[in-house]
């Protein structure tokens, strides 16, 4: 018999372990992330299953509240959640989604939104039997985001070279502009350096950071080894820089990546991208997800941004999707 039980602090602990052994667990899923935020405060409905006594899937959520409209939502502090699980059976993980609505009930919620873990971080196999489950329960699948993700192959020097080749450059062609600029690359603990571009690169394009400066220095205190800033500079002067965010053990996803418009000249981004590589091959990673690709400002906020699904692409990237569930619980 499988039971369902609402998150409280005194569950901190089991639930945290629980995340770093799961098939599908990521940071993102972890109580030491979701509570970082500095300004925003969530009404937190996470929910734990447990058989036998031992936790065999978890919720992270929020209960959300608009238009009269009561949602249980995939927590709203994370870029996914959904079903974490240990290689979940199928009859576990229908009997998961059966108690999921039935609380939902009972508490009266209006709906529920789950935005599901791709299935691209599950340690050991492309399972998406999740997915298949959400289905067949008749969730609403019409709510998806693009992705790009790139492969960390074996030889990390002839992925370059096939990088300069998509560019239609050469290898000497970037090495020129390290020389020429006297480029050169950090390792930072803070985000002083980093922060200004950030904000006058999302200026640029009409919108903001999603975490303020507080909350990046939050989370890197709480995950030093998996919350990382890699900065770029010529003559020492900053001026580009990736906040890499270590998902799990399988990947890592580029939060930001930004560069000074005035500096386009020396092709910052592509010099990080390939710095990069070599820093998740060394890492044990099998793949960096480069993040969503969507234009969010306009009508349809599902807009793809093909310029920039091309600009990944000529990196080899492919593309991930990022499904988001719904389904109405009380009419």
């Not at 400066?213 to 500079?233: C, G, T, V």
Request: proline content about 4%; some cysteine; hydrophobic content about 35%.
């Amino acid at each position: 018999m499988i039971e369902i039980l609402k998150y409280n602090q005194n569950m901190k602990n089991d639930w945290d372990l629980f995340v770093s052994k799961s098939f599908n667990g990521t940071i993102f899923q972890k109580r030491q992330f979701l509570s970082y935020h500095v300004d925003r405060k969530f009404d937190d409905c996470s929910l734990l299953f447990k058989k036998r006594g031992k936790i065999i899937a978890i919720i992270p959520a929020a209960t959300v509240k608009y238009k009269n409209k009561k949602t249980l939502s995939s927590h709203p502090g994370a870029s996914f959640g959904g079903i974490v699980h240990n290689n979940i059976s199928f009859d576990d993980c229908h009997k998961v989604v059966e108690l999921l609505e039935l609380f939902c009930k009972e508490n009266s919620y209006d709906d529920i939104f789950m935005v599901q873990t791709p299935s691209i971080y599950n340690k050991h196999h492309q399972n998406e039997l999740v997915d298949y489950v959400m289905k067949i329960n008749a969730y609403d699948n019409n709510e998806y985001y693009i992705s790009n993700v790139l492969n960390i192959e074996n030889n990390i020097q002839n992925q370059i070279l096939k990088i300069v080749k998509n560019k239609k450059r050469t290898l000497s062609y970037y090495n020129g502009l390290l020389k020429k600029y006297n480029i050169t690359f950090k390792w930072v603990d803070c985000f002083d350096e980093f922060y200004p571009i950030l904000v006058k690169n999302k200026k640029k394009h009409n919108s903001e950071p999603t975490h303020s400066l507080d909350e990046l220095e939050i989370l890197k205190s709480r995950f030093p080894d998996d919350i990382l800033q890699l900065m770029l500079y010529t003559n020492n002067t900053p001026v580009a820089g990736m906040t890499i965010f270590k998902a799990n053990n399988k990947g890592a996803i580029l939060f930001y990546s930004m560069f000074d418009y005035e500096y386009n000249k020396m092709q910052p981004i592509p010099h990080l991208m390939h710095y990069i590589l070599d820093w998740a091959k060394n890492s044990g990673l099998t793949f960096i997800d480069y993040g969503v690709s969507h234009l969010p400002q306009a009508s349809n906020p599902l807009t793809p941004s093909r310029s920039l699904i091309k600009f990944k692409e000529e990196f080899g990237c492919f593309g991930v999707v990022r499904n988001a569930y719904r389904k109405k619980i009380n009419d």
